[in-house]
């Protein structure tokens, strides 16, 4: 493999800031080939991956004898989950938990207070939920497996450690690997994603009462068929490995900062470098984010470019974000490039994207639905019309689509702008649900 020499940020390291102290450190473990965790039970092998609050790494269970990935949050974020105190809070709820589910007709059973998991912050309480909710429903096998979690100290703080399944690249990696120029991805392929997506969020919503919030390529996986056979495949082809010294020891200082960065290398889903089609399983994954379809702890959602209208607006949103996140998702991957296109040089994004949302589907916003949304009057007047109006490029959702008419029938092409404008309503109590979705005619025989 050839390795080109690493882009430094600010920090100095190659990929996550590793410092140990200084100003604004965020807590990133400093884990090395080998090492063990979870009290000797996980042995790292291999990196996968960074991301803005989590390191992720591949390691042997001894005890399940299997490998299985391990999302290792930073000290930021650990406290972040489990809130003030969180620590002590983390260790006395496992030893609740333990207790609550060990054996219900002991006779002391009776003089131990229920266990209650209120005060926890989302992201385990909804793994857990979606671990725990129906394996026998058609979109179980969409959703990444949890096998649970545990606490450590790092040389910086503590740690929360996610245990999950192997998964292969993600959707932006495969994008990237495939020969097209532009990153779009056949309609085959988009139709195969969009099924399984949809079907995890017919368990995400439905069986869970879950939100994801945070569609994106990133957060698409695929399984390998057998996870065994390929991960032992990828570490033969291309063994784990660190960076060079000499790649960042002058942006670093070492006496502080004495820690090896480790390079990431994900795991293929296949050792084809075309895989068929039935080998694309695709699984979602990063629950980070995720809220609870009744409980909201945050009010802003979604990447901006992929933010619903009523998000933006300040109407009250459920299930249905989802819907409209997945449907600039499927034009993306259908056209190569991103539905809104927002300028890079504005402070305020929001009237040039609703602005696009108008030109693109060829409709304006309801004055009645305006009037429920808290953020309207700072973009419309009370008939619906634009206080300022922004300029525009956008190209109707149409002409976006019209050269996939050429290859692939203009029934098909029908079909797909069709089944886009059932996501991409601007009234979210008008948009399809992942349900319906998946009843619809272009999925069928999918």
């Given at each position: 493999m050839v390795k080109t020499k690493p882009i430094f940020y600010g920090h100095g390291f190659p990929e996550e800031d590793l410092r140990r102290q200084g100003q604004d450190v965020p807590g990133f473990f400093p884990a090395t080939l080998g090492m063990t965790l979870g009290d000797g039970q996980y042995t790292i092998v291999r990196k996968l991956g960074t991301g803005a609050f989590s390191s992720v790494w591949l390691a042997n269970d001894s005890r399940q004898h299997r490998y299985v990935v391990l999302k290792v949050l930073t000290c930021d974020a650990t406290e972040a989950?489990?809130?003030p105190g969180g620590a002590s809070l983390y260790a006395d709820r496992e030893i609740l938990?333990?207790?609550?589910?060990?054996?219900?007709?002991?006779?002391?059973?009776?003089h131990i207070t229920p266990f209650d998991d209120s005060f926890e912050r989302p992201e385990l309480d909804i793994l857990r939920k979606i671990a725990t909710g129906n394996n026998s429903s058609p979109g179980y096998e969409h959703i990444m497996a949890f096998?649970?979690?545990?606490?450590?100290?790092?040389?910086?703080?503590?740690?929360?450690?996610?245990?999950?399944?192997?998964?292969g690249q993600n959707l932006g990696q495969v994008r990237e690997l495939r020969a097209s120029p532009r990153?779009?991805?056949p309609m085959a392929l988009t139709k195969r994603i969009t099924k399984?997506?949809?079907?995890?969020?017919?368990?995400?919503h439905d069986v869970c009462g879950v939100v994801h919030t945070d569609l994106k390529d990133d957060c698409i996986l695929f399984r390998p068929s057998n996870v065994s056979e390929i991960v032992e495949w990828a570490l033969d082809k291309e063994p784990s490995s660190v960076y060079d010294p000499i790649d960042y020891v002058d942006e670093v200082d070492t006496d502080c900062n004495p820690d090896v960065p480790v390079r990431s290398q994900p795991i293929p889903f296949s050792k084809s470098d075309d895989p068929a089609l039935d080998e694309y399983h695709a699984v979602l994954v990063d629950f980070g984010c995720a809220q609870w379809v009744d409980r909201h702890f945050n009010e802003s959602i979604q990447p901006v470019a992929l933010r619903?209208?009523?998000?933006?607006?300040?109407?009250?949103?459920?299930?249905?974000a989802d819907i409209w996140n997945l449907g600039c998702l499927i034009m993306e991957w259908l056209i190569g490039l991103p539905l809104f296109e927002l300028p890079i040089f504005e402070d305020d994004l929001d009237p040039h994207h609703l602005n696009q949302m108008n030109d693109t589907l060829g409709e304006e916003f309801?004055?009645?639905?305006?009037?429920?949304?808290?953020?309207?009057a700072?973009?419309?007047?009370?008939?619906?019309?634009?206080?300022?109006?922004?300029?525009?490029?956008?190209?109707?959702l149409a002409e976006s689509l019209k050269d996939l008419a050429r290859p692939e029938g203009s029934s098909e092409f029908q079909d797909v702008e069709r089944f886009v404008r059932r996501c991409l309503k601007l009234n979210p109590e008008d948009r399809a649900s992942a349900r319906e979705l998946l009843e619809d005619a272009w999925l069928q025989g999918v």
């Open positions: 989950i489990l809130g938990r333990k207790m609550a589910t060990a054996n219900d007709n002991s006779p002391g059973y009776a096998y649970g979690s545990f606490l450590f100290t790092g040389p910086v703080g503590k740690h929360l450690c996610i245990v999950s399944e192997v998964l990153m779009n991805l399984h997506i949809l079907s995890a969020l017919v368990y995400l619903a209208p009523e998000v933006t607006l300040g109407y009250h949103w459920g299930t249905s309801d004055p009645a639905f305006l009037a429920k949304c808290q953020h309207s700072k973009y419309f007047n009370e008939d619906g019309t634009w206080k300022w109006r922004p300029r525009s490029t956008a190209i109707p």
